[in-house]
């Protein structure tokens, strides 16, 4: 790559990633001083915070969540961002338990889960649709993109699915210790298929509108005119288990919606009016790195996302926390 592109942008950080964990990384390090820009490849923000719409007429608007369903609280220092988030109208309780009453909230967006990306990143210099080619390093990192702007920091953090950093480190021809590789090289995810389906009709899902199922191929539905998130369309989404997402991934929409539909068929009592299917590659991790991100000795380089904790949203901010305090380390802010 030539720097002499008079298109460079320059941070002291780049994230890869406008998801969770880059957004918690970004707002820790914007927080103390130091200079970050976050790249996504997507149009949107979020990442696996996915809030989708299909419309259908004027008046019939169905609001999905298609990514993360809901979040619940472990561990005290995920609570104080949760607390933020509460305070400012971005999520609210939706429920204490599906079927059962625990007493442990489970809570989800207002206006559907990606509200939770799109307030973290009101402050942030977020640059989405760009999507990461390769970079160098030499004194300062310089990241290639799909586009011809190309942005240079001294810090990359990747937040991106394991098998995505991977590849991305290896057009980079950048190697890893091999005690390291060998350890990523096993972390390995499910993959999710999810149906977003508009209906006619109230659906029959027992409030408070979310059941998990312990079925071949369904694994969870959601109501999500119940939840609250789409009060002009009876949406409902409809998760696929592992098994039938790898053995469909392939298959046409219609076959895969026909397939679920009818699965569901005792909870939903009404005609699908439209719909869209989402394929999650990466849906949730099934083995785990053994630390809380991954810090490189040899080059100003950081990794961190669910697979470094666990497969959910705390997981993931507890990774970007750990991994937004390793980075200011590196920058001797304290
Ligand atoms: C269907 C589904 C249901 C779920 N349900 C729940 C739930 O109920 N509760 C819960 O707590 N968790 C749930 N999860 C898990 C939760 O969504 C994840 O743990 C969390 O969102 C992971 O975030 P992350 O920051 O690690 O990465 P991701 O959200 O996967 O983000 C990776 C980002 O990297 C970007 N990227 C990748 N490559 C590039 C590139 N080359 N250039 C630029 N950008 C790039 C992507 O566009 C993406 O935005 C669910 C997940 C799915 C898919």
């Known amino acids: 790559m030539s720097s002499s592109n008079p298109q460079i942008i320059n941070s002291d950080c780049i994230v890869i990633g406008g998801n969770i964990t880059g957004l918690i990384i970004a707002t820790i390090l914007q927080r103390r001083g130091i200079k970050v820009t976050l790249l996504d490849q997507c149009r949107d923000i979020g990442g696996r915070l996915a809030t989708r719409r299909i419309s259908q007429e004027k008046s019939i608007e169905g609001v999905f969540d298609s990514g993360i369903q809901y979040l619940s609280v472990k561990n005290p220092q995920f609570q104080v961002w949760v607390d933020d988030w509460l305070k400012h109208k971005v999520i609210k309780e939706w429920c204490q338990g599906f079927g059962e009453v625990d007493g442990k909230p489970r809570y989800c967006g207002i206006n559907g889960m990606s509200e939770i990306a799109k307030y973290l990143a009101k402050n942030l210099d977020v640059h989405t649709s760009t999507k990461i080619i ?5 004194k300062k990192w310089l990241i290639g993109t799909q586009s011809e702007r190309q942005y240079q920091g001294d810090m990359l953090a990747m937040t991106s699915p394991i098998p995505e950093s991977l590849s991305l480190l290896d057009a980079s021809f950048i190697p890893l210790p091999l005690e390291i590789r060998f350890s990523l090289e096993q972390i390995e995810y499910d993959s999710c298929i999810v149906v977003l389906a508009l209906l006619e009709k109230p659906s029959n899902i027992p409030a408070p509108g979310g059941i998990s199922l312990e079925d071949d191929s369904l694994v969870w539905l959601a109501d999500n005119h119940q939840k609250g998130i789409s009060p002009d369309g009876y949406a409902i ?8 997402s790898d053995y469909y991934w392939d298959s046409d929409d219609v076959e895969i919606v026909y397939k679920l539909v009818t699965a569901a068929a005792d909870y939903l009592d009404s005609p699908v009016i439209k719909y869209q299917v989402h394929r999650w590659r990466y849906s949730s991790p099934k083995t785990f790195y053994n630390e809380s991100c991954l810090g490189l000795l040899e080059l100003p380089l950081v990794m961190a996302g669910d697979a470094f904790v666990d497969p959910t949203l705390e ?9 937004g305090e390793l980075i200011c380390q590196r920058f001797r802010v304290y």
């Open 237 to 244: 989404t409809l998760l696929a288990t592992p098994k039938f």
């Open 315 to 323: 997981g993931s901010v507890m990774s970007g926390m750990a991994a």
């Open 134 to 138: 390769e970079f160098s390093y030499e």
